[in-house]
């Protein structure tokens, strides 16, 4: 079955306290990124990844990073996590990216199930 | 202010009614995508729009693209309980980032039985 996995779903951590949130995805997709959702703001994305070694940054990188040393995962790392990082994550993975006139336009995401992060 | 604006932001509609989400963007935009969301879990694709003036069904959900007013609807006939969630509208802009689609806030659908 076609899906992009995140881990865990859940986490309460503390201030300071180093976490990875891992990401994997099974359909070989070049494309992916990382999106935090929060009440009022909507999906912002955090950090994206064109190909293996290939990050840039999203609308709201501060304080995450990220690495693609394998074309299946895309994890996202918060080095010193602090309370305004609570947040639902999102990973998704598309085939391509966007860009390019009407009717080529393919950029269709694939969102894992989500992870819930508190920090206290 | 919003890139994508979405109306309206909640909707509570007895079961069987029809209803209609609305999406605009204030952007010039080459692809707009509708997704679905549980409360607290992942979006699931519904349906991409690629052009101006398509419309693609699916079930009981219709989606169409009004180009030159840079706004899609998405219209569900005869709602279910199943039907509850949160709609999402995403879009790739002209300029906009490789790989990026920018989100409305969303519309919370309730459908009571």
């Known amino acids: ?120 | 202010s919003q890139e994508l604006e979405q109306s309206p932001q909640s909707l509570i509609v007895q079961e069987g009614k029809n209803l209609t989400i609305n999406c605009t963007s204030s952007k010039t935009l080459y692809g707009l995508y509708w997704y679905k969301q549980k409360y607290g879990e992942g979006l699931i694709f519904l349906m991409m729009l690629q052009k101006g003036g398509e419309e693609k069904s699916h079930e009981k959900i219709t989606a169409k693209l009004d180009e030159k007013k840079q706004q899609s609807s998405l219209h569900i006939t005869a709602s279910q309980p199943s039907h509850a969630g949160i709609y999402l509208c995403g879009a790739d802009i002209i300029g906009g980032a490789t790989n990026k689609l920018i989100f409305g806030t969303g519309t919370l659908l309730a459908v009571q039985p």
């Open chain 1, 1 to 120: 079955e076609a899906q992009v996995t995140q881990n865990p779903r859940y986490l309460i951590t503390v201030t300071g306290k180093k976490l990875t949130v891992t990401c994997s995805q099974n359909m070989n997709h070049e494309y992916m990124s990382w999106y935090r959702q929060d009440p009022g703001l909507g999906l912002r994305q955090i950090y994206y990844s064109m190909n293996v070694e290939v990050t840039d940054k999203g609308d709201v990188p501060e304080g995450y990073k990220v690495s693609r040393k394998e074309k299946r995962n895309f994890p996202l790392i918060l080095e010193s996590p602090s309370p305004n990082q609570t947040s639902l994550y999102f990973c998704a993975s598309s085939l391509r990216g966007a860009g390019g006139a009407w009717g080529v336009a393919k950029n269709i995401q694939y969102f894992g199930a989500g992870t819930r992060l508190s920090v206290l």
